[in-house]
Nanobody
């Protein structure tokens, strides 16, 4: 199983980035994919999740990103995207994607629920 994140970078406040998570080594459509982030000195936080086909691709967003971030998946490309708009300095973190076949995509995200993780991509938002 492999998850590879890309798309991070440095952006000014109010700007946008699109993160990608490319997956391989498992039946992609059977897995929920989540995005987490971790800022220096803080715990890893669940940001957004998109469920598998069995959940009709249900989506979850943490309150702090609702209306600004959009998660989507392209099953033909085994890729999940996180479109991040109206970025704020508080969004600065390393962003990780994670996969698991059993998580409830509508519920609060916990890192321990996910079996597979990518290496992360840095997002830095300057003020």
């Amino acid at each position: 199983v492999q998850l590879v994140e890309s798309g991070g970078g440095l952006v000014q406040a109010g700007g946008s980035l699109r993160l990608s998570c490319a997956a391989s080594g498992f039946t992609f459509d059977d897995y929920a994919i989540g995005w987490f982030r971790q800022a220096p000195g803080k715990e890893r936080e669940g940001v957004s999740c998109i469920g598998s086909s069995s959940s009709a691709y249900s989506k979850y967003y943490v309150d702090s990103v609702k209306g600004r971030f959009t998660i989507s998946r392209d099953n033909a490309k085994n890729t999940v995207y996180l479109q991040m708009n109206s970025l704020k300095p508080d969004d600065t973190a390393v962003y990780y994607c994670a996969a698991d076949p059993w998580v409830n995509p509508r519920a609060t995200m916990y890192a321990d629920d996910y079996d597979y993780w990518g290496q992360g991509t840095q997002v830095t938002v300057s003020s």
